[in-house]
């Protein structure tokens, strides 16, 4: 499975979009890209994922470059809930393994 | 519609002790995982289990153990506990082996003394 890579943390204002980077560079043909969030002391919510398309969900859009190398979750309008820890995740389809990063915290401030 | 559920929720344990999780996934799943997460870290892989067979191992040593039983339950046993085991163990589950994604519970926190 890839690695990811994102930024340790980011701020964003209530109600702006929050847009979260990730770089899955080594990423191959037949991976899955997935984003989860992790709210203190819960189990990590999962948000949307894709494999080469844009996704868009009632949570968030997903945009994928179309090299693949890089992708974007992007959150409409940032509410103070969701304050979180995100991460970004490679794995192939019917992979068993899933690997997590370090993830990015997001902090949304009044 | 219950979502993936763990017991129990908190745990206390002294080391040499043995411990075991239990895991009952969301409606419709056949497939669970379990992670270890460290204070502050990512959830780490441990194994998975799909039709009562461990599929693939993490890096982790033989001193843990699980079990998938019939209706898609499932155990984590942890044996000769270290005060390196505390850590919050997280059950996700999902349907097949295609691309459909994990749930989480919310874990069960275990601390050893």
């Known amino acids: 499975d890839a690695k990811t890579t994102q930024p340790p943390s980011m701020d964003c204002a209530e109600g702006r979009a929050a847009n979260l980077p990730c770089n899955h560079s080594?990423?191959?043909?037949?991976?899955?890209v997935y984003w989860y969030r992790q709210i203190h002391s819960q189990g990590p919510q999962y948000i949307i994922h894709g494999l080469k398309n844009n996704e868009t969900n009632e949570m968030a859009s997903l945009i994928i470059t179309e090299d693949r190398k890089s992708s974007t979750l992007i959150l409409p309008h940032a509410t103070l809930r969701d304050t979180a820890v995100y991460y970004c995740i490679v794995r192939v389809t019917g992979g068993f393994k899933t690997i997590f990063g370090a993830g990015t915290r997001l902090f949304v401030k009044a | 519609d219950a979502g993936v559920t763990q017991s129990p929720t908190h745990l206390i344990k002294t080391r040499g002790q043995q411990v075991t999780l239990r895991c009952s996934p969301k409606?419709?799943?056949?497939?669970v995982s379990w992670y270890q997460q460290a204070l502050g870290q990512g959830p780490q892989f441990i194994f998975q289990?799909?039709?009562?067979?461990?599929?693939q191992r993490g890096n982790f040593p033989d001193r843990f153990s699980g079990h998938q039983f019939p209706n898609y339950s499932s155990e984590l046993n942890v044996n000769a506990l270290l005060l390196g085991d505390s850590a919050l163990y997280l059950c996700a589950s999902s349907r097949g082996q295609n691309n459909q994604p994990q749930h989480f519970g919310d874990g069960t926190r275990l601390s050893i003394l």
């Open positions: 409606s419709g799943h056949d497939t």
């Open positions: 080594t990423i191959s043909g037949n991976e899955y």
């Open positions: 289990y799909y039709e009562e067979e461990e599929r």
